[in-house]
Every structure is written in C-alpha cells, then in structure tokens.
C-alpha cells in the first residue's frame, strides 16, 4: 500500500495537464463529487447564455436568422457528434433523454416486423418507465422483456426488435462492451438503442466503430450544459429514411414554415425534431462543448481512471472497517466515471458529507455515489473528501436525527 498523504494528490494536480480548467468553472467552496449527475458551470457558459439572452432582448424574433438560432440543434449536434464516434449530420441535440429514447424505440418498432424490446432491470428508470408507456400505448405491437444484466444477451434472439441499454450503469458504473452487445444483437437481427448519459464527456465511445443503429444521452452531466439541459440522439446514416416519426411535429417537417396542414418529414437527421428547440439550453451546450473537447477525450478518460482508482484504494484504506462495500467494478477497464459503495447507513452519511460541503449523492436502497468530472476534479478532492468521510464515520456524525429525513431529491 502507497502511503499516501495530502501532499501526494497536490503534487499529481501539479502535474496534472488538465488542471488548468478547474478555473474556468464556478466550484465555490465545495468538493464537488457529483459531475456525473449536475456538471458544474463554466464562465463561458455563463456568458453564453448572457449573450443568448442578448440577442432575445435586442435581436427578438430577428434571432432565429441572425444569431442563427434555427441551425442550434444540428450545429451543435455536429460539435457532439467526434465525442461519441458519429458523423456530421448523425446526431441532433433535441428534448430530453427520456423523450428522445421513445422516439427511437417507437421508431425501432415501425421499421420491424419483430415485436420485442430487450431491456436490463435496474437500468435508470426513465428508460425503462418509457418503454413500458410505449408498451401500453402499442398493446400487442411491443413486448417488453425486463431482464437482470446476467440475462441480457441470453434474452437477445430472433423475434427481438430491439436492445436498449445504458452503456455506463448510473448506479454501478459497469460499462458494457458495446461492439460485442451490438454484434450479438445484430447478429439476431436486432436493432442496438444506447443510452450514453453517463458515458459522453467521460468515457470516449464508438458508435460508428461498433456500428451501433441509434443512441441517446443527456447534457447535463459531464457535458456540463446545466440543469435540464437539452438531450441528443443519434441514428446512423443508413437508418435515417427509415425512421418514421412517431411525434411528427413542425420542427422536423421539410418545410417547417410553409404552414402545410400536413406533414412530411425532412431528410436525414432533422426529422426527429419535434418542437420549437430550447435555445438557451442549446446556446450553454455548445458553450459547454468547446471545453470538453479542448480537454480531449483521451486525456479525460486516462485521468477519470486515475482518480477513481486512487479513491477507491484510499477510501477502502482509511474507512474499509467501517462497513463499505464497492459496488462499481474493480478493474478500471470495465467503470465509467463514478465510483459507489453500499453502505447500510448511506444516506445518512451523504447528508452529514454534503453538511461539510462534499457533495455526492445517494441511490435507494444503500447505495452512495461519487463522481468524478475529470475536467474540473482535483487530486486533492479525493484526499479532502475521504478525510471528511473517515472523520464523520469516525466520530459518528452521520448518527444525528437531521440527516436521516429524505429529501425529494438525493
Ligand atoms: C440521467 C439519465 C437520464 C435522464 O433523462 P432525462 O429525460 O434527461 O431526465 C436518462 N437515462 C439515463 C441512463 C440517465 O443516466
């Protein structure tokens, strides 16, 4: 065991080539551990939006041409699209996540003759209360099959339409091998439908090298486009005329301001629009984006294992006996960007954290997550958070009334 000491994680955040960017984002006073869930705020996010809210005042409805408002979703879809392995013209920044996930599975569905969905119980249920929506509204058209994770594959045959799953767990951080899911989906002659919320930003993925047919995910995580920031997603070139869509409003209509009373969908990727798209949240995305890519994937990715790898090994270290167990995968390899551990008395002790300002959250039942957005995370964050953490298990601290009523957000 490395003996490690405060020292050592200030000396890696001197070395560190990212650690320039800690500054260019608003991280007051916190140990901020939660990036995974609310990405924190950038200057030049802040001053994007201010900009946006410019060009609404001065500009008004001028915008839409001039600040070339109307192009936002596939412009910025296009700055999204190298982070995930996609091609210009394959991924629009549109809704949210949960939406755009019903669009493609409905989507899916209509181009099939097939009827099943495969899907993972304990996946984030959104996805999961979504496809069930679509199941009802379709009756016999769509059958769900909700396995566990050991299951998945097995499950995957030739009646299946369609494979959805999360590539990183929100709760455990096990990342799937998406070339092998997809080929063995394909090779049943199902559809592959990732959900990349917890990857994009912080793990790279290939969705054209693992010839992945659609994707979804969600900005306001690592890629930090703030709270209900707008979701993206993707369908690979060779689907895009195929897609049907099943919310067929203006936005992707051919011709959005002829004001035809019917519809007829665009080409290529714009035809999974649906309504007017969120400007501000779009405006912050793109903002957003710049950093992300500055930091270059890689570099993030190689940093995100480092940090996880170190809190683990110190956390086990220095509290271990008090009762934690990780529930994230060991190997580096196989873990996204968080790292969990059950404990029994977790929500308490997330609570007596975030009273010293440690801020991570917490999955019912046990479960106490901690993020780490390698673009703004120091070294020394995980030092500070595992020395507040042994000191309230410590002394107890975590053992008071106050931190044990729920919160309607954790
Ligand atoms: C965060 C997250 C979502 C969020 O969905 P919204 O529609 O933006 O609320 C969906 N799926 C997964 C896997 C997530 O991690």
């Known amino acids: 065991m490395h003996k490690f000491n405060r020292e050592f994680f200030a000396a890696l955040d001197r070395d560190d080539p990212l650690a320039g960017f800690?500054?260019?984002?608003?991280?007051?006073?916190?140990?901020?551990?939660?990036?995974?869930?609310?990405?924190?705020?950038?200057?030049?996010?802040?001053?994007?939006?201010?900009?946006?809210?410019?060009?609404?005042?001065?500009?008004?409805?001028?915008?839409?041409?001039?600040?070339?408002?109307?192009?936002?979703?596939?412009?910025?879809?296009?700055?999204?699209?190298?982070?995930?392995?996609?091609?210009?013209?394959?991924?629009?920044?549109?809704?949210?996540?949960?939406?755009?996930?019903?669009?493609?599975?409905?989507?899916?569905?209509?181009?099939?003759?097939?009827?099943?969905?495969?899907?993972?119980?304990?996946?984030?249920?959104?996805?999961?209360?979504?496809?069930?929506?679509?199941?009802?509204?379709?009756?016999?058209?769509?059958?769900?099959?909700?396995?566990?994770?050991?299951?998945?594959?097995?499950?995957?045959?030739?009646?299946?339409?369609?494979?959805?799953?999360?590539?990183?767990?929100?709760?455990?951080?096990?990342?799937?091998?998406?070339?092998?899911?997809t080929d063995i989906a394909h090779s049943q002659g199902a559809k592959m439908l990732w959900d990349l919320s917890h990857s994009t930003g912080a793990v790279p993925v290939d969705l054209n090298g693992a010839h992945a047919d659609f994707a979804v995910g969600c900005s306001y995580k690592y890629l930090n486009a703030g709270p209900g920031g707008p979701a993206y997603l993707f369908v690979a070139k060779r689907l895009q005329e195929r897609i049907v869509p099943p919310l067929s409003g203006w936005m992707g209509h051919r011709d959005p301001f002829a004001f035809s009373d019917h519809y007829e969908s665009a080409a290529g990727i714009i035809r999974n629009l649906c309504g007017s798209p969120n400007v501000i949240g779009m405006a912050a995305l793109d903002a957003a984006l710049d950093l992300i890519l500055e930091a270059r994937i890689e570099r993030l990715r190689e940093k995100s294992m480092r940090l996880s790898d170190l809190f683990i090994q110190l956390l086990e270290d220095r509290c271990g006996f008090h009762g934690f167990e990780l529930v994230s995968p060991r190997d580096r390899e196989c873990r996204g960007s968080h790292v969990s551990f059950a404990h029994p008395d977790g929500y308490a002790i997330m609570q007596a954290l975030i009273a010293r300002n440690v801020i991570g959250d917490f999955r019912a039942p046990d479960v106490m997550r901690f993020g780490f957005a390698p673009v703004y995370q120091r070294y020394t964050d995980i030092w500070d958070s595992v020395a507040a953490l042994a000191s309230i298990m410590d002394t107890r601290e975590w053992d008071d009334p106050a931190f044990k009523t729920k919160a309607a957000v954790t």
């Open 22 to 181: 800690r500054g260019m984002f608003d991280l007051p006073g916190v140990t901020y551990l939660d990036g995974n869930s609310l990405g924190a705020l950038a200057h030049s996010v802040r001053e994007r939006i201010e900009q946006v809210v410019e060009q609404w005042g001065k500009g008004l409805i001028r915008s839409w041409m001039e600040a070339d408002w109307i192009n936002l979703p596939q412009h910025v879809g296009d700055k999204l699209a190298p982070l995930i392995g996609a091609d210009p013209g394959e991924v629009v920044i549109a809704d949210s996540t949960s939406l755009n996930l019903y669009k493609l599975a409905a989507a899916a569905i209509k181009m099939s003759e097939r009827s099943k969905i495969v899907c993972e119980s304990g996946d984030f249920p959104t996805d999961l209360y979504m496809l069930q929506g679509l199941e009802r509204l379709l009756g016999g058209a769509v059958r769900l099959e909700t396995v566990p994770r050991s299951q998945v594959l097995d499950t995957i045959d030739s009646d299946t339409a369609l494979v959805v799953l999360t590539h990183v767990h929100y709760k455990t951080a096990e990342i799937y091998d998406m070339q092998s899911v």
